[in-house]
């Protein structure tokens, strides 16, 4: 098989850190010549020697033939100076995340390279139209966003700023896919496409926690369990640290001018001062003894002597299938047009609160209890009951042991708007379709940026089809109605979808 040509065939990466030595890698494994520098002494040789390092491991394994490692190893080269990189065909840039720092490097370079060169800048926030300002040929700078590890994380962002040339996104497109990636297109906004889509998802399980409707272990387990995610927001934030992941809400909730969407919580800056950052600090959301979480158990299911009869609401979400699940459990149904004065009395809506229900139906509160069922409960792992204020002890222990008797684990957590899962996914919903109507990247980028760049079990457009935009609007309605709040705000992109039924993946013709 002849040998690739790469798009770019002498590259150069300044700053030689984590990110810089990830994008050193799979350039060389692209067939590039590249030029490590970093205004630190030996640390550019530190970095060629890390990286060898990897493909020997690899060779050891025989994931990797001695001869593919050591024509990579021969690519790899030290620059003493920024004149070195003057015959380089691209400059990927990964110092310090500071605007000034990054304009300075950028102009510097302008005089040292060919008037062909393409720039690249690895920011993860900051205005690629900004960095480019002070260049005499901005058209020629473009964000090229990676994430750490490169190698591993097999997507990047590939942001044009006001003056960017199209010629320099489709070249660098064409590259990241000689790399192994997979190159999406975002417009120069805070946060481009991951950091930008990933606000809801802690933002607002913060919320739930700050609202005391459940703690961090059971949210974690409810999101992973009846959403999919591989981590919980409080588990993904330990392992992220505190120190990265608060700037980020900060950053991308200031750019946006306090977007009420975006809204940072105190939680997370009480812990950035106090140090309590996560898995790094032995201490985060949980506490941390040799690398494992110390994750408090779940509560057992309760014995409940007598199991009484059960009624569910008229009006209750999927009430057909939450009928049939009763049925199944062995429940004794109530089939009147209201329930007993002894029975269990079941909810399920989407975004109110079990106590608005309650009363708007004109049930006994103290008798009533919510159940979630925003997704089929045979695609979850997870049962979710609400309680209100008023549920008697009794009432909330049968719910319990008869959802769980069936070994599906049930978490029961207080009266709010909404469930967790239910707020957690209308927000991410709500938040890409905003990006959509924004139009800042196209809704197939969209959601192959977030499975790739976060891990998502689907893309939020995606989930937002799973549960329906009909209901998403439903939850995202009625936490309006219930919060007064304009960060559940539908976005005009979800609302038109939802109310002709259109998939979410739907791309309007031009």
């Known amino acids: 098989m002849p040998a690739m040509t790469p798009q770019f065939s002498s590259i150069a990466v300044v700053g030689t850190g984590a990110m810089g030595r990830g994008i050193a890698q799979i350039a060389a494994q692209a067939a590039s010549q590249v030029y490590l520098f970093d205004a630190k002494a030996d640390a550019a040789a530190q970095a060629r020697d890390a990286i060898t390092a990897q493909w020997d491991r690899l060779v050891e394994k025989g994931r990797l033939d001695a001869a593919t490692s050591a024509l990579q190893r021969g690519r790899l080269h030290c620059a003493s100076t920024l004149a070195d990189l003057a015959s380089c065909d691209l400059v990927i840039e990964a110092v310090v995340e500071r605007l000034d720092v990054k304009r300075a490097l950028f102009a510097e370079l302008e005089g040292i390279v060919g008037d062909t060169t393409v720039l690249a800048s690895n920011t993860s926030s900051l205005s690629i139209t900004a960095i480019a300002a002070g260049l005499k040929q901005p058209q020629r700078l473009a964000g090229y966003h990676f994430f750490n590890p490169v190698p591993l994380m097999k997507v990047v962002e590939v942001i044009a700023g006001l003056k960017t040339s199209q010629d320099v996104c489709a070249r660098l497109s064409a590259y990241a896919l000689q790399m192994g990636h997979k190159p999406v297109q975002a417009a120069d906004t805070p946060g481009f496409i991951v950091n930008h889509a990933g606000r809801g998802y802690g933002t607002e399980a913060l919320r739930v926690v700050n609202e005391s409707v459940a703690d961090f272990a059971t949210v974690d387990r409810i999101l992973r369990d009846q959403a999919g995610f591989k981590l919980g927001p409080f588990e993904l934030m330990d392992l992220t640290a505190l120190d990265v992941s608060h700037p980020v809400m900060e950053s991308v909730y200031h750019q946006y001018f306090e977007e009420p969407r975006y809204r940072p919580s105190v939680i997370t800056a009480q812990r950035l001062a106090g140090g309590v950052l996560g898995r790094k600090t032995g201490e985060g959301f949980y506490r941390y003894v040799d690398g494992a ?42 089939t009147g047009q209201s329930p007993s004065p002894l029975a269990l009395t079941l909810v399920a809506p989407l975004g109110f609160d ?138 005009p992109w979800l609302r038109r979808r939802g109310a002709i039924g259109l998939s979410l993946l739907h791309v309007e013709p031009a």
């Open 354 to 491: 079990v106590t608005t229900v309650a009363v708007v139906e004109r049930l006994d509160p103290a008798r009533t209890v919510g159940i979630d069922l925003l997704f089929e409960d045979a695609a979850t792992r997870r049962r979710v009951l609400a309680t209100n204020p008023a549920t008697r002890a009794d009432m909330r222990d049968a719910a319990h042991a008869l959802f769980a008797r069936d070994g599906k684990p049930v978490s029961v957590i207080r009266d709010s708007g909404g469930f967790v899962t239910q707020r957690v996914v209308a927000t991410i919903v709500n938040i890409a379709a905003d990006m959509c109507q924004q139009g800042i990247c196209s809704p197939q980028d969209l959601e192959t940026a977030v499975t790739l760049g976060l891990g998502y079990p689907l893309g939020p457009l995606a989930m937002g089809d799973r549960c329906g935009p009909t209901n998403v609007l439903e939850v995202l309605f009625n936490l309006q109605t219930v919060y007064g709040d304009p960060r559940y705000r539908p976005s």
């Open 293 to 334: 979480a110390q994750v408090p158990p779940e509560p057992a299911v309760p014995v409940v002597q007598q199991m009484p009869s059960v009624w569910v609401s008229p009006r209750a979400a999927r009430r057909a299938e939450l009928l049939q699940l009763l049925k199944d459990l062995g429940a004794s149904i109530e």
